[in-house]
């Protein structure tokens, strides 16, 4: 069962232009959602993440806007470059009940192409 | 240099085999997670870790056993009970006891299957 629904799958934009990546999640225990951006062979790195109590959040280029409402949160990348072409991953974490952990649950991933 | 080593960047395995995958990490972190990245499907949790001695089960934890004598290393052995092992290995860490505590993780590990 997937708790994070990412779309979509992959994504083609014009250098300059937004690209827009969606996710969807169920769970209610989920408290905080990051976005992590991966280049091939790599470890995926933390871009930026939001708690529930904010409906957006703007670092830079990217920004994330979130639904509570909906369970719905989108990243967009504005004026995109093809530096940007990787595989942008979507995560919602929950809280570990003992510990002081989290778990994060994540999307299935959206491959990212920026043409020239 | 402070982050999260993975070796070896690439495995083979013959089917039958049981293979180790080398995590370790200077952060001084807690907790340190595995995960199993395959096409199409994200990240998906194996086992984590949050103090020495001790784990738990993720998601796919089934044919996968791991270990936790020391802080900072969290090896996982990837068992011939696991049938369908060739993905891309990834590890993690991340302080305890603060919100929003960030996973970071390492370069990966791809097993393959011969």
């Known amino acids: 069962q997937q708790q994070v629904k990412q779309s979509p799958q992959s994504l083609i934009v014009q250098k300059g232009g937004i690209s827009i990546i969606n996710c969807a999640y169920e769970n209610t225990a989920f408290d905080y959602f990051p976005w992590y951006q991966q280049f091939p062979g790599k470890g995926p790195a933390l871009l930026i993440a939001?708690?529930?109590?904010?409906s957006e959040k703007k670092e830079g280029r990217f920004t994330i806007s979130f639904n509570k409402s909906a369970k719905q949160f989108s990243l967009h990348i504005m004026d995109s470059q093809p530096g940007d072409s990787a595989t942008y991953f979507c995560a919602a974490r929950q809280p570990l009940l003992t510990g002081g952990g989290n778990k994060l649950t994540f999307g299935t991933g959206t491959q990212l192409k920026v043409e020239l | 240099d402070g982050g999260i080593t993975q070796s070896p960047k690439y495995l083979f395995r013959k089917e039958g085999q049981n293979v180790t995958l080398s995590c370790e990490q200077n952060l001084n972190h807690d907790a340190m997670y595995w995960y199993r990245q395959d096409p199409g499907q994200g990240l998906r949790l194996i086992y984590y870790s949050q103090i020495v001695n001790d784990f738990q089960k993720g998601d796919i934890a089934e044919g996968y056993s791991v270990s936790r004598e020391k802080k900072e290393s969290f090896p996982l052995t990837v068992t011939s009970a696991q049938k369908n092992p060739t993905a891309f290995y990834l590890c993690?860490?991340?302080?305890?006891?603060?919100?929003?505590?960030?996973?970071?993780f390492g370069p990966g590990t791809r097993l393959t299957v011969l």
């Open positions: 993690a860490s991340s302080i305890l006891g603060q919100a929003y505590n960030e996973q970071f």
């Open positions: 939001i708690r529930p109590d904010v």
